[in-house]
């Protein structure tokens, strides 16, 4: 479906007139652009969400939470290599708001 889509499109593109392509170019980048800002900004407010939910919940959720991601450090530790160790930590503790 998708590719009949881009064939209608090329076609409607082949029959506009030669003056209107520069402003039919502006309008198709602008488009793309502005969706791609929507889909940063969209990313950005659920990784915000997300971690919202993970600072600001009851206690026992919270400490649910703890005893998940120590269940994920220790498989790490069985699993990684010590330099993949240190890498992940390093990562870890670039973040903002994170402590282990």
């Given at each position: 479906m998708l590719l009949n889509q881009r064939l209608e499109l090329l076609s409607e593109l082949e029959q506009t007139p030669e003056e209107y392509i520069p402003e039919l170019l502006n309008l198709v980048r602008f488009f793309r652009q502005s969706r791609m800002i929507t889909?940063?900004?969209?990313?950005?407010?659920?990784w915000e969400k997300a971690m919202d939910r993970i600072n600001n919940n009851?206690?026992?959720?919270?400490?649910?939470?703890?005893?998940?991601?120590k269940q994920l450090f220790e498989s790490w530790a069985v699993l990684d290599t010590e330099d993949e160790q240190k890498e992940s930590l390093q990562i870890i503790e670039s973040l903002e708001g994170v402590s282990i």
């Open positions: 889909m940063q900004t969209s990313s950005a407010s659920t009851a206690p026992d959720i919270q400490k649910l939470r703890r005893q998940r991601l």
